[in-house]
């Protein structure tokens, strides 16, 4: 048998011969596609196998070949705004509660007249679209009005463009998923672009800006947490420093509350001082609208000042200063901030003018409630009185009056309180006890702002309260009777120069170090000052080698408790002692929001939390590597801001962190009023009693409403029942006048009547310095840090020139543990322990409670 070798065939210039074949003459052109093979064979791997042993694969990979969209030819029409306009408004005003501009409905009909084309009504084109932009719009934080100049309308319209075939939004597995389709920014770069083409990403693209822009966390929230690090619940804990909190301001023209886009400085123009009063008066003053008291109904007449609201109560009325002029005798009520003029005289100023006033008859409501201090902004009752000679020149600096300046004569003020508070629930406009509820506004509210950055009620708020239900509440761990996870040990003003300090700091940890694993408290928040004087100003004895050696001291005995290093959260706040501020402060008052002491004194502390960590096998939070893949997070300690934020899950818990004492300064820079009841008054100052551990509430002696004639707010979650007992009377004797302050019952300790003095005054003025800025000092561009508004569902507020305390009003839960040790008795320590509420079995509530122990 002969064997035949066959000849290559021949081919086309530029061509290469991948087949091999019986030699046969070419074809003639004509016939070229009829004696084509029907399944050519495919090209041979560029790169040969040698052997069997490189593992080169028999059938080569195909390349990635991007899905090719196949886009239905869409007509393009001429749509005229007026003709959509109907459907618009049923989408964006009545669904979503957005008002769409001119400009803006001309933009969208622009749109849907090119992408959509004829088939816009008929096929129910249109309203998916303006569906989808106006959850978009709301995602974005867009503001109640929309505008069709603004740069989110454009951005929305341009990204949903490149989502469309034939007039449908593309949400299918093949495109971008509906929550990363909408929201490419306009600066995105080469690996966005990437994925808008269907090419494969690489691994650096992450999820974070489309949350953001979504109102959404970036906790890497998901419905089922599976491994250990995300059921941990110090992986959805975050501690916000002052600084990096987002700078909101109030818009009184769109009612909403909008990011400063402008670059914040510590040095910032004189014009920023006036921005922060009125954006501050701006914010207390829509909150007060918002109250029921000040609501009034169209019905009633409008020359009557109180009117009657739809409660059948009486309502009031805010009148401006500059309002006042040519009003001679008449009442009114202001709203204002009470400041010192540089003639001495004390004054009240709103954004129109400032006034003179008289107090030595005013009367504060309730009785002896709060405190009133220059700096604060209030609500006074009384009548402007114009004095004759003040009918022509001005009573104030230079003679200047009418608006902007001293208006001419005096107010003199009868009742003088505190601007009515607002529930957390009420500003975020969730519903339930709590917001956990369903997912539905109630009135409004502010549920689409992220004010802390980590997310919006409205976006992520229900999901993290679902999660918080699975990692915190589950029914195995509340009926074992073991110590909650979810519990933070707040230790109050530490001094590391005192050796007394340590011995009670080695106590306390000693107590939570011994519980079962798995049970010990997620954070730890220590507090400063860190040195009785302020060393960094040679204050004392000593100078920054010293300050850092009790740093030293500190992290030697935190090295004796691995088990909480490696897993809780030490928090550390520092005070006006403390570097580097205090080396040119002396311990006085120092700008707040001020930054964290600097890591210079404190890299022995970070040092003892690394190794605790490598010798348990755990990964350094902030300090991953390739090698700690799939290792539990450690422990860590965080050096924040005074003041600053915790928050836990989102925005379901937040927890403010303030340093300061505040007690003290209030006693010194407040008002002097007339006090009705001197005598009852003496008689509590002449017994004080010791503090108790016990929880009270406010809302007996102090109610939301600081105004005449207003009822008191029945809140049942936070009733006292010692108040109830304490004021139990006779039923046959004459009825209490409402408008006569009763006196404090003398039952109730004085330190829980001081404890509540303070924090309803705190709380009501939803700021953190009520005072002037010659007293408290506060940074003009970083006042948004200082706001308590939305209300914090907890508050830890040391200040040692207070008696420690635990007390709720409207909500927020208030905690001052004081100092470490005990004044006045040898070998004592007291702290607080703060319990999320539901995570520690039936049977209790969650709180915080004043504890104490020997050492």
Request: charged residues 20%.
């Amino acid at each position: 048998m002969i064997v035949q070798s066959p000849r290559p065939k021949r081919s086309k210039p530029g061509q290469s011969n991948t087949e091999a074949g019986p030699s046969r003459p070419p074809p003639p052109p004509a016939a070229a596609g009829f004696f084509a093979p029907k399944n050519p064979a495919a090209q041979s791997n560029p790169i040969p196998s040698s052997s069997p042993a490189f593992a080169t694969p028999v059938h080569p990979l195909k390349p990635f070949q991007p899905p090719v969209l196949t886009k239905a030819a869409i007509l393009p029409i001429i749509l005229p705004p007026a003709t959509l306009r109907p459907l618009a408004f049923r989408t964006f005003t009545k669904k979503h509660s957005l008002t769409l501009t001119s400009t803006a409905l001309q933009e969208l009909a622009t749109f849907i007249g090119r992408h959509c084309g004829s088939g816009w009504r008929e096929e129910g084109l249109a309203e998916k679209v303006l569906e989808e932009v106006a959850r978009s719009w709301k995602n974005r934080n867009g503001g109640v009005i929309v505008e069709g100049n603004s740069a989110e309308l454009k951005d929305i319209l341009k990204n949903l463009e490149g989502n469309m075939s034939g007039g449908k939004i593309l949400t299918g597995p093949r495109t971008l998923s509906r929550q990363n389709s909408l929201l490419l920014e306009p600066d995105q770069d080469e690996q966005h672009a990437h994925t808008r083409l269907g090419l494969r990403p690489v691994q650096s693209l992450t999820r974070e800006d489309s949350n953001t822009s979504f109102g959404m966390s970036g906790l890497e929230f998901t419905e089922e947490p599976e491994d250990d690090t995300v059921r941990d619940v110090r992986r959805w804990l975050k501690v916000i420093h002052a600084f990096e909190q987002p700078r909101l301001t109030y818009n009184v023209g769109k009612k909403h509350f909008e990011r400063d886009p402008s670059k914040p400085s510590l040095l910032p123009a004189a014009s920023h001082k006036t921005d922060a009063f009125r954006n501050r008066y701006n914010v207390i003053h829509q909150r007060i609208l918002r109250n029921e008291a000040f609501q009034s109904s169209s019905v009633q007449g409008a020359s009557l000042r109180q009117k009657t609201n739809a409660s059948g109560l009486s309502s009031h009325k805010i009148t401006p200063i500059a309002n006042l002029l040519g009003r001679h005798g008449t009442h009114h009520m202001l709203l204002g901030m009470l400041v010192v003029l540089p003639t001495g005289s004390l004054a009240i100023s709103d954004l129109t003018g400032t006034i003179t006033l008289d107090l030595s008859h005013a009367v504060a409501i309730p009785e002896d409630s709060a405190w009133f201090t220059p700096g604060m902004i209030v609500l006074i009752d009384g009548v402007y009185e114009e004095e004759e000679e003040t009918m022509t020149l001005g009573n104030g600096l230079s003679g200047s009056s009418g608006v902007g300046g001293t208006i001419g004569g005096r107010f003199q003020g009868f009742f003088i309180g505190q601007p009515p508070c607002e529930k957390r629930r009420v500003t975020l406009g969730v519903s339930g006890p709590d917001g956990t509820g369903a997912d539905h506004t109630i009135g409004g509210g502010f549920g689409w702002i992220d004010f802390l950055g980590v997310g919006s009620e409205r976006a992520v708020g229900s999901k993290m309260r679902k999660l918080e239900q699975r990692i915190l509440r589950q029914p195995a761990l509340l009926e074992d009777g073991r110590p909650s996870r979810g519990r933070a040990v707040i230790i109050g003003e530490l001094n590391l120069d005192q050796p007394r300090s340590l011995q009670a700091l080695r106590k306390i940890l000693g107590l939570y170090a011994s519980d079962p694993e798995g049970c010990t408290p997620m954070t730890f928040v220590l507090t400063g000052n860190f040195t009785q004087h302020a060393v960094m100003a040679r204050g004392g004895s000593g100078g920054s080698i010293e300050y850092k050696e009790f740093f030293d001291a500190l992290a030697s005995t935190l090295a004796d408790f691995p088990s909480l290093l490696t897993t809780a959260t030490f928090v550390f706040v520092p005070g006006d002692n403390d570097g580097w501020v205090s080396a040119f402060s002396g311990g006085a008052a120092t700008p707040l929001p001020r930054k964290p002491v600097p890591d210079l004194f404190t890299s022995r502390i970070r040092r003892v939390f690394a190794a605790a960590n490598a010798e348990a096998g755990l990964a350094n939070p902030g300090k991953e590597t390739e090698k700690d893949a799939g290792k539990r997070k450690g422990g860590e300690a965080i050096w924040t801001t005074n003041p600053s934020r915790i928050s836990l899950f989102g925005p379901s818990h937040e927890m403010v962190l303030f340093r300061d004492d505040i007690s003290a300064r209030l006693r010194r820079a407040s008002v002097r009023l007339k006090n009705t009841n001197k005598a009852a008054a003496a008689s509590v100052e002449a017994e004080p009693q010791p503090t108790t551990n016990n929880n009270t509430a406010m809302d007996n002696l102090c109610p939301s409403s600081s105004l005449p004639d207003a009822p008191p707010d029945e809140d049942e979650d936070m009733a006292d029942t010692t108040m109830h007992d304490a004021m139990d009377v006779d039923d046959s004797g004459p009825a209490p006048n409402p408008k006569i302050a009763m006196p404090p019952p003398p039952s109730i300790p004085y330190d829980v009547l001081a404890a509540r003095k303070l924090v309803k005054t705190i709380l009501d003025q939803g700021y953190l310095a009520p005072f002037r800025q010659a007293i408290r000092p506060v940074h003009w561009d970083y006042t948004s840090a200082m706001y308590l508004y939305p209300l914090p569902t907890a508050m830890v507020l040391v200040d040692t020139t207070a008696p420690p305390f635990c007390v709720t009003y409207e909500g927020c839960h208030v905690m001052n543990p004081g100092s470490i040790l005990v004044p006045g008795r040898k070998g004592a320590a007291r702290w607080v322990e703060y319990e999320l509420p539901g995570v520690g079995g039936p049977g209790t509530t969650g709180g915080g409670r004043v504890r104490e122990c020997t050492f």
